[in-house]
């Protein structure tokens, strides 16, 4: 190893290097948060909503998730911040995380983004208070995934100026949809529209759905979707129409306009390229989950290594020293690359949420493509951080013991609220196959967004020879690479360079196979479009998982590079490598099958490994310190007790009676 | 692949394998237990433990938990009927099972082990009857893994003829005590038993904690330990003695007696080895967990495969056929090798329910060698079950989608509930490290059964020469790897006696490693025996994995020799390749790096297994169907309503509407 051993840290310039450009904006919700905007266990659900829903509006708007809205509106036009804010809240409490994030981000954002200046200056307002408070209509029970294919229909009546709104059988009623069963007075409905019997595809409407009273409004069917794992303040339902009448002007019609007679028009004339340029607008909701999966990991984190560092699990023989479950190789191999690709995807989410920032955070245009890479990599990013957040939680709540399945000790609640974000905001499988699609066309697949594999318009002839696009630094990275000398027996597995050219050969190598493979499908059996696609779909999307690695990586090595302060950089340093190594050892199969590493090699990774998670033992709690969670919001039991320092006393008081 | 490919498989017949010996026990849960028994959602806390203690006294007694009581106080004599009667439990409701479990397994099950006859007459009919609900009142909040350390204190006092029940400290209360929050009448509580001034070591007494009215007794506090991830209708609670006094008559004096005097006497001198023989007798909990564990799994592959089968996810270019969520190969990679590792542990654990029953049926005395032989084998299958529950558990959760995340459709129970299986009944690292123990030093290590790594006693010198022990069907496995060609690369990836090589070399490699590894560091750091466990704490781990690994495809393989319809057996036959595969998949890098497989093998096995999947996909639904669960048991809104079904219909009527 060539670094430094890390030294002491000065935990504020670590706090610094982590909380990055909106530090102010994680700062005003440490400090106005407080002990009341916590979960409650023990509540019914009932309370849970109330509870939740009246918590709302008290949430800061200007550097909350409301932060995204145009600052006419009274908001701050800060895209970036909105995303930070859900980061923030999603360590206080998830269901208000997933409340605002609904009533914000998706009904709020689906309003200011599809809507025109009438939706706007009607509407805006009294969404960013809370007055209205609001439903995002989209996913229906007979459709998850496939969202252009929605069965909900809107069909425009030209003599009465009016759309008729209708579900035209069960599996076509919108369900999971958050703040429908108790809350909502008004939705964002998604569904088919149908003009002069045409169809011209999905569009979305604001439809009031309750009166002031709350009851729901003629045609309209408000169902509950009743208990789930998790988000207990939620109020997930169920929405039904039954040829309800919408006001034309009631089309959010910026990528689409009906005109008094019937006309329909557009300024994106396929069908399918305006939906996914439509759905695009909604990328935010996407990096909002995927970076509040990750603080929900990062609170799990925190109070498992906190317990870890007082808790004792044995009697030990060496009588000098105290054995903590920290200290035992097990559980630091558990604990700590959990860590180490935590701080990852730290660096690769703030990377993306200033690169949204910068694509959709001025007035001007967005520019197409790197709208499409954006969305790749907030697919990609979501996906990997919310199932790197259901893995890391449940092994935190395991390292705590049976302490770990009271709720007083919030991992049950962490664990269980965090889950359905592996699945919701899009399936994290379909997204990793819309990473892969976009890495084997180039992003040219104008259909791609939401695509499964059998869409006839997806070919294999599409697939391109592929280049890898960097991320951020690519001049350092491309350095680091070029410096690593030709014989890899003579690198060190520490070497950045050769780390980052393994993650880098690996996709590359990946994707290749998979063009080649389909190309051949495609020639072999040109009759069965699915099957082209389906016999090579875990060999694709192990190829987005390896594009998504290299872009953590890349995004790591990037964020190191930024980091002035000498101890910081080199405790960063270390992580990095802690990171890099967990990846390459958990796919050395591929790697020794592909002849990138011999088996000496191999096995002299895990040997590194191990000395890592020794070396990077003391600095366990500066790691999860550097968080910077307030203790009020971790509010663990464990944590307040401290029952390994008990223990010690205790130790000392048997000691004295057996004496 | 040589065996020919599975055909039309009678039901019946299937059943039939998996039901086993106990086929009775299970058929008479199928029947009794109807819709009443069920979970209910969105109760709260206290309505829950309300509804399962109410229906805890109308479970069969002697087909349920308690036919392992003696025929003469109500049970059956039937260890292993007890067990299988808490796996189909399981499929009812997790809550009643850990209730029942606790009532007439641990409490009960302690009663009848480690008390002598005047205490079976005078309480056991009662404990049968559920007169006398019981707590199991062994860990403490400062102490979950190492029983051995007990802080509680019992203290005899020859002059009242009494001993003296003392909690010193805050960490020595007991924590997690199933049914001590509500119902428990008495706990048998161990505690460090102290006469004369001497310690003998932990046992335990029958101690009443509550009057008839359910008030707690003089000296006891009784908590609550809240709210939990799950198993909402067990009251654990916490319970703390202020100097109780309890009557000399009430240790439970199986294993060492106290006389009036106050002089102690034992069967058993050490003290260790006798606390260890205690907890030997509770070896059924860890079983029962395990069986449980897995019940729950088929429970959840039986939910996500069903619907699987009616749920499509696109719209597919193929016009000539509906494409199913299980057609895709990401949903089978996820589905159908936690399906074949499901049925892999049930034969694993139908022969160890076998042995004990065996071990502990008759009235004779125990075979010490194959007591611990039989308590490593519960440890090791307790975790890889409990462990593939958890994962497989949240892959069907996750295969369902945003369904999959509603109370109703049962996955969310399913999870929450076994989630602390990880962990209770000995947590899973900790049991793998006495596996471990057990096989590096031939089950001679006495003070082994719980111990952490440090104790001085177990040192590395103790460790021997190994050989593999076999398990069931010894002779058939020797038959099976002789007839295995020399050379590896003509023998089929699906030739059993190959596979069986497989797993047998990796077991034997990863021990005599971890053998000399142990050596080398006794010799190099002998004044720092935590850190000779601790530097290989990862290896040794691995290596009693492998070991539970090889275990469990014996138990497979004996199983398809047993197994006379040729249907059922060519199909099993087919499952067992796809377990075999995919554990060799999942080591493929430890199997490249130890030169066990070629590159070329080694991608060989992918594809394999993806032939495999495509094989067995037409067979989903009869491999859950095998599992025999009642409809009425299942319970999941998304299989009564087939949204498949309705979507299909759907289509047809949205297709004559756009016509």
């Known amino acids: 190893m060539t670094s430094p051993a890390p030294g002491t840290v000065d935990l504020a310039r670590l706090q610094e290097v982590l909380d990055g450009p909106w530090a102010e904006v994680r700062n005003a919700h440490r400090k106005h948060l407080d002990a009341r905007f916590l979960p409650v266990y023990g509540e019914t659900g009932d309370q849970a909503r109330e509870r939740v829903t009246g918590l709302l509006t008290e949430l800061p708007v200007e550097l909350g998730i409301g932060a995204a809205f145009p600052t006419e509106y009274g908001g701050a036009s800060d895209v970036g911040g909105s ?11 998830l269901s208000l995380m997933v409340k605002a994030g609904v009533q914000w981000g998706l009904f709020g954002g689906a309003v200011a983004a599809l809507g025109t200046r009438r939706h706007h200056d009607a509407y805006l307002r009294d969404i960013i208070s809370g007055q209205i408070l609001g439903c995002f209509a989209m996913t229906e029970t007979g459709h998850g995934s496939d969202v252009q294919q929605l069965r909900t229909t809107c069909t425009y009546d030209p003599r009465t100026q009016t759309f008729d709104l209708h579900t035209p059988h069960e599996a076509a009623r919108k369900d999971y949809i958050g703040n429908a069963a108790r809350d909502g007075r008004m939705a964002v409905v998604f569904a088919q529209l149908i003009s002069g019997g045409e169809r011209h595809g999905v569009h979305a409407w604001l439809v009031p759905i309750r009166d002031e009273q709350g009851n729901p409004l003629p045609g309209v069917t408000i169902g509950d979707s009743g208990p789930k794992a998790g ?17 034309r002007e009631m089309l959010l019609d910026r990528y689409g306009q009906v005109a008094a007679d019937g006309t329909y028009s557009s300024p ?10 439509m759905l695009g607008t909604l990328v935010r909701g996407r990096i909002s989950v995927g970076g509040a999966a990750s603080a929900a990991a990062k609170s799990a984190l925190t109070i498992a290594v906190r317990y870890g560092d007082t808790r004792r699990q044995f009697t030990t023989p060496d009588a000098d020293r105290e054995v ?3 200290d035992y190789l097990a559980h630091q191999r558990k604990l700590l690359p959990a ?10 989410q703030a990377e993306l949420v200033a690169a949204l920032h910068e694509v959709q955070g001025g007035d001007g245009p967005v520019d197409e493509h790197r709208q499409r890479e954006l969305e790749s990599r907030a697919a990609g990013l979501k996906a990997a951080q919310t199932w790197h957040a259901s893995r890391t939680i449940q092994t935190c709540r395991e390292a705590c013991g049976g302490a770990g399945y009271l709720s007083e000790n919030r991992l049950p609640g962490l664990r269980a609220d965090t889950d359905v974000f592996t699945t919701f905001e899009g399936d994290n499988t379909v997204l990793l196959q819309l990473v892969a699609k976009g890495l084997l066309t180039g992003y040219r697949d104008e259909f791609g967004s939401l695509d499964g594999w059998g869409r006839a318009s997806f070919v ?3 697939v391109r020879e592929m280049v890898l696009e960097r991320t951020a630094a690519r001049s350092l990275i491309q350095q680091l690479i070029s410096a690593v000398p ?27 196979g998979a063009i080649r493979r389909l190309r051949n499908g495609a020639t072999s059996k040109q009759d069965r479009p699915f099957d082209i696609f389906n016999d090579v779909q875990d060999h694709v999307l192990t190829a987005a998982a390896a594009h998504i690695d290299r872009v953590t990586l890349e995004a790591f090595v990037a964020a190191i590079e930024e980091t002035a302060d000498p101890a910081v950089r080199a405790l960063l340093s270390r992580v990095c490598d802690l990171y890099a190594l967990s990846v390459i050892e958990a796919h050395k199969g591929w790697l020794l099958e592909h002849g990138r590493l011999t088996p000496a090699r191999s096995k002299a990774i895990t040997a590194v490994v191990n000395g890592l998670l020794k070396e990077l033992r003391p600095q366990m709690r500066t790691l999860v310190d550097g968080f910077a969670i307030p203790d009020v919001w971790l509010d663990a039991a464990i944590l307040r007790e401290e029952p390994g320092r008990q223990d010690a006393m205790a130790a000392h008081d048997s000691a004295a009676t057996s004496a």
């Open 486 to 512: 030709g014989r890899d027996e003579e690198v060190a597995v520490t070497d950045r360079g050769w780390q980052l050219t393994i993650f880098e050969d690996r996709e590359k190598h990946l994707l290749e």
């Open 83 to 93: 995303i930070i804010a859900s980061e923030m809240l999603a360590q206080v409490d």
């Open 231 to 247: 988000l207990h303040g939620v109020d997930n339902g169920r929405l039904s129409f039954d040829h309800v009448s919408v006001p």
């Open 268 to 277: 994106i004339e396929n069908d399918s390229r305006r939906f996914f340029t």
């Open 339 to 348: 860590l180490a690709t935590t701080y990852a995807l730290h660096f690769a």
């Open 324 to 326: 903590l479950l920290n």
């Open 460 to 462: 294999a002839e599409q």
